[in-house]
Every structure is written in structure tokens, then in C-alpha cells.
């Protein structure tokens, strides 16, 4: 045997009866104080790394942070179905308390419209995160006709955008917020010189006006 072969025989013989001492055994709340170190160097150095990609680039760290931004106060904001139906029910009460001669009746009308409808079962709230869409369905909840329940003669998704009666964005639904502006108004009631109206006549038909009669 040579003499570079007995080396290398001693070598691994020499490793072989070497032993490592044992690393001591770390108790359960030692683990967790190193995990959370982790953690929380590593997110110290994404928000170094952050901060240092913002100061080399401002305009896209802004258009970023604006968009963040508006996102969250979309989502914070978004109205959900509640507020739709508690706006509703405002809505119906603010028209109660104004005289029939003075009601806009474009106002009378949609919400009239949209009371048959929140009676019947037939609106339907989709939460989309960042605002709302309230939709119109065909049927209400307890209808139970072939025409409700099959998906065939539904109409597809692609057509989806018809039936949308509100958007909720921002803590206000948009279309419900138009139909009563200036629903205290009735521009039937006068002329364009300002003079009384001679034509004029009440709004009769309106869901709204049952209580508002004195016997």
C-alpha cells in the first residue's frame, strides 16, 4: 500500500471517529422568538428595498400608491345591499312628506318603480369588492316556474349588463341619488315666466301618497 493511499485511509478512518457535538435543543418559545426574526428582518428589508426603488422611481411609486389608495377607500366605502334597501325606504319616506302638487313626478315614478320591485323580490345585490351592482331579476325568491329555474332560457352572461338598475360606488348608489334630485319640485307646476301653471294637475298615481290624504 502506498504511502498516499495510507493517507487517505487514515483520513477517513480519523473522520470517521470524530464526532460532532450536539447542537442544545432550543425550547418552544426560543423557536418562536426566532421565527418572529425572521419575519421581521425580512420584511425590514423588503420596505429598504421598497423605499430605495421609490426615491429611483417617484412617478411610478406615486401612480402606485394612488391606486392603492383608491382601492381601499373604494372597498371602506362600497355600499352593500342594506344601505340600498335603508336609502329606499328614505327615499319613500322624504316623498311622504312633501305635498302632491310639489312632487317631482319623474321622482314619484322611479321610485315607485323600484318599491314594486324591492316588494316583489325581484332586485339583487352583486358586492364586486370596489362598488356594488344592484340588478333585476325575473322572478322573485319563491317562484318556482320552469322559467326561474331553468339555466337554458336564461339570458347569458353576455347580456348580464341589461339588467342592471344601480351602481354603489362610494358609499352612494348613483341612480337612486339622481331619481330624487329635486324631487321637492314639480316643473309642471309653473310656466317659464315663472307664473302659476293653468293646465296643472296633480299626480294622482303614486304608491306613496295612500297616507299623505286628509279624510
Known amino acids: 500500500m502506498s504511502r498516499l493511499n495510507k493517507f487517505i485511509l487514515f483520513r477517513i478512518l480519523w473522520r470517521s471517529n470524530t464526532t460532532v457535538p450536539d447542537e442544545p435543543k432550543k425550547s418552544l418559545f426560543q ?6 426574526k425572521n419575519v421581521a428582518s425580512d ?15 417617484p412617478i411610478k411609486s406615486g401612480i402606485y400608491i394612488s391606486l392603492l389608495t383608491t382601492s381601499v377607500v373604494l372597498w ?6 342594506k344601505e340600498y334597501h335603508a336609502r329606499l325606504t328614505e327615499s319613500v319616506t322624504d316623498l311622504m312628506l312633501v305635498g302632491e302638487r310639489i312632487r317631482n313626478p319623474e321622482s314619484v315614478a322611479k321610485i315607485n318603480q323600484l318599491s314594486s320591485l324591492a316588494n316583489d323580490g325581484k332586485l339583487r345585490c352583486y358586492n364586486i369588492g370596489i362598488c356594488s ?14 322559467s326561474s329555474t331553468c339555466k337554458y332560457i336564461n339570458p ?16 352612494k348608489w348613483i341612480k337612486l ?3 330624487m334630485k329635486d324631487f321637492d319640485i314639480n316643473p309642471g307646476e ?21 297616507d299623505m290624504k286628509l279624510k
Not at 31 to 36: G, N, R, Y
Not at 136 to 145: D, I, N, R, T, Y
Not at 156 to 171: A, C, M, P, Q
Open 31 to 36: 423557536k418562536l422568538v426566532d421565527h418572529f
Open 43 to 57: 420584511y425590514k428589508d423588503v420596505a429598504i428595498e421598497t423605499a430605495k426603488d421609490m426615491k429611483e422611481r
Open 76 to 81: 371602506k366605502t362600497n355600499p352593500g345591499e
Open 133 to 146: 351592482l344592484m340588478c333585476l331579476k325575473s322572478h322573485g325568491p319563491e317562484v318556482k316556474l320552469y
Open 156 to 171: 347569458h352572461w353576455t347580456e348580464f349588463y341589461k339588467t342592471i338598475v344601480d351602481v354603489g360606488i362610494f358609499g
Open 177 to 179: 341619488e339622481e331619481s
Open 190 to 210: 309653473w310656466n317659464e315666466d315663472g307664473q302659476p301653471n293653468p293646465n296643472f294637475k296633480f299626480f294622482n298615481s303614486s304608491l306613496v301618497s295612500w
